[in-house]
């Protein structure tokens, strides 16, 4: 089967591989025959709904059954899937709602306290499907309907719908660290493109099996259901990691092949779980990635040395907008390129330029801006935003970098995130990295708060690895390494950095917490 929509991917592994496993969840298994016929069981019922091609459908659950065949139903009818953070307040989905105007909404109970409050009805939304709901309901001039009537649809074979890979098929929301979220708009083309890059260069097979404890909302989590169901591997859904030595005994039981997370999924693998001590039960492991922001070098070497002898770890680096991955690092080349992002995996093309949009020469600092199938097609209603990211060049990242002699790139931080303090040009990812290499952390977040005398004042938020630790011993094993000016004070010891629900730290939380931490009185 020719793969030209995101849908049959799992059209074809399920013709493949019909009595194989598809997904494991809890204590439930199914094979890629019964996932497919419920997908197209979803289809239907949402055909019945009047729901068309074009029309945007809210998915507003957890990593769930559920989540899988509603986001396939919905690409099977030519409709346009957007994930939302389950863990969403009711004023957060409010302009959410507003902008993307969704027909349906597909949830579950436990977040009706949530949507209910934004008045979905003003958005534009007919209903809602709740699936632990047993029985038709009305609520806020909306009709909700039980999961259950879908599973009733008695046609579960393939439909026949022309859909064309140009369309849109997902609208992701940025998680808006840097201002309101945009809706990232990535058609068929520009994920399947993505996916068939992943599988090359991870290698994938049938026999994969992937332990998924990203959310599947958040792009990398996404990427993650895709790929494996691209090849007829396993997903293994892990809604637990708040509990790792749970997510560490599944992964001895399910033989993982593949292990995802971004930087803070690591740290809590390595200081708060049975990881180091089960690296011999976990043979089955045929590699580890890494994506999701920038992961310290000191990081990257602890992983290595404790991760079972035959795994490989492969550090990545993409964007939401890119449909997931613009480059890697090949696990090879690793030690020797320790701090690189890697260079463009297999589709993308990736240089630097100056302000002008001319390309710089090697080991020049400069805009990373990247090109391939796999570039969004733009923001959701936000022309302004996409005119300024996607011009002739490709796609403007907003990271500065450079390119070494070998073609590999170099991330040194967002174009945005420089801090001025007394005259200095000062990169907060520097200082957490010089932070972290002590090894008396677990994470670390340094913040840049005004000041009148300097511009900024550096100071950071720490979650240590002993919690007898204090400040002073902290900077007293950096302050060989970083001048006067570089180090933070004060350093707030915290039980966990605040952080979007992708993993990726937020710092704007991270400042309200200083502030509450510090009797809010500012500098």
Known sequence: MDTTCVHQLLEMSAARFPKKEAVVYGEQRFQYSVLNALTNKAARW??????????????????????????????????????????????????????????????????LKQILPTAPATFGVESLVIVDQHKRTSAEALTIFPWSEIDSEMQSDNLALEINPEDVASIILTSGSTGKPKGVMLTHRNILANVHSIVEYLELTADDVQMVVLPFFYVMGKSLLNTHVAVGGKVVINNRFAFPAQVVQQMIEEKVTGFSGVPSTYAYLL????????????????????AGGHMASSLKHELLEILPEKTRLFIMYGATEASARLSYVEPERLREKMDSIGRPIPGVSMKVLDENGQELPVGEVGEIVASGANIMKGYWRDPQSTAKALTQQGYHTGDLGYRDEDGYFFAVGRKDSLLKVGGHRINPLEI??????????????????????????????????NKAL?????????IARLPRHKLPEPIHFVPAIPKHASGKIDREKCLAMFYQIDGGKGW
């Open 470 to 478: 204090n400040q002073n011993d902290l900077l007293g094993q950096c």
């Open 271 to 290: 200081y708060r779980s049975p990881f180091k001590a089960s690296r011999d039960k976990l043979q089955a492991l045929r590699y580890c990635s890494q």
């Open 46 to 111: 949402l055909i019945r709904q009047s729901v068309n091609a074009g029309d945007r459908i809210v998915i507003f659950l957890e990593n769930s059954l559920e989540y899988i065949v509603s986001y396939y139903a919905i690409l099977k009818v030519g409709a346009v899937a957007v994930p939302m953070n389950s863990d969403l307040p009711a004023e957060g989905i409010r302009p959410l709602l507003e902008t993307i105007e969704p027909k349906l909404i597909i949830t579950r109970n436990r977040f």
């Open 432 to 465: 957490e990295d010089t932070l972290l290499a002590s090894r008396l952390l677990i994470e670390v977040a340094v913040l840049g708060i005004p000041d009148a005398f300097l511009g900024h004042k550096l100071v950071a938020l720490a979650v240590p690895s």
